[in-house]
């Protein structure tokens, strides 16, 4: 079964879905912390890990190596149910493979982010043991947004993943609720999905009668508040 988890960093959204059972973890970034109108990084986290209790990842934002090891190991004391979430390279296109490394050997939970490619996941298990948890997050959204097919990468770093017990592969980037099945039938162990698409995948199960009578009513409403005439 795959894991759903909420990607937002918006504490009031945070407080409602860590309440439903469907959510399993959260994921956050610099993005959404910014959006959510964090103004003090460390001190909006720790705010969110008082509320729950599941996963959450919070990502480095430094640029270079050092720094990045040095953001990890800090976000990692923040609470037990942290991942570290480190960018697959930095904004130069340099494989951060040092880092991943380096916060691997010293037991810490990552969640490698911004992967595109089955060939990226390779030269991420090059560099992790068996044991300590790290979740790989490949952006099908993103890829698909530009043309690509997501599926094939999916396919082989799952395959390649395997032998990895404590690697998990996440699907990041979800544009609709139809990923979660699609993530399900490749045999993802996580998706991460906003909110509003959450609440969508809660409606799984409709008929095409109830879809097809439920869009005629919504056409029907909106005439009537128009008062459209013929």
């Not at 918006?10 to 973890?25: E, R, S």
């Not at 090059?126 to 099908?140: E, G, L, P, W, Y």
């Amino acid at each position: 079964m795959t894991k759903i988890f909420c990607d937002i960093a918006d504490k009031k959204l945070i407080k409602k879905f860590d309440k439903k059972k469907i959510v399993k973890g959260f994921t956050t970034n610099p993005s959404l912390m910014r959006k959510a109108g964090a103004k003090n990084y460390v001190k909006y986290f720790k705010e969110i890990l008082k509320i729950t209790r599941k996963p959450v990842s919070c990502e480095v934002f430094a640029d270079d190596s050092k720094n990045m090891i040095l953001q990890g190991k800090k976000i990692n004391r923040w609470g037990q149910n942290v991942y570290v979430k480190v960018p697959i390279t930095n904004s130069k296109g340099y494989f951060m493979g040092k880092v991943i490394r380096e916060l691997n050997k010293k037991k810490i939970k990552l969640n490698i982010t911004a992967v595109y490619t089955s060939n990226q996941t390779k030269q991420i298990l090059k560099n992790i043991d068996k044991k300590t948890k790290v979740i790989i997050s490949i952006f099908a959204g993103r890829m698909s947004d530009t043309g690509k097919d997501p599926i094939p990468q999916f396919k082989k770093s799952i395959k390649l993943s395997k032998k990895f017990k404590n690697v998990e592969i996440l699907w990041a980037s979800t544009r609709e609720p139809y990923n979660y099945i699609q993530a399900q039938q490749i045999g993802c162990q996580i998706i991460t999905v906003p909110p509003a698409i959450i609440e969508k995948i809660q409606c799984f199960g409709k008929s095409f009668k109830n879809l097809t009578v439920d869009t005629v009513k919504g056409f029907l409403k909106d005439t009537k508040k128009s008062k459209f005439k013929m």
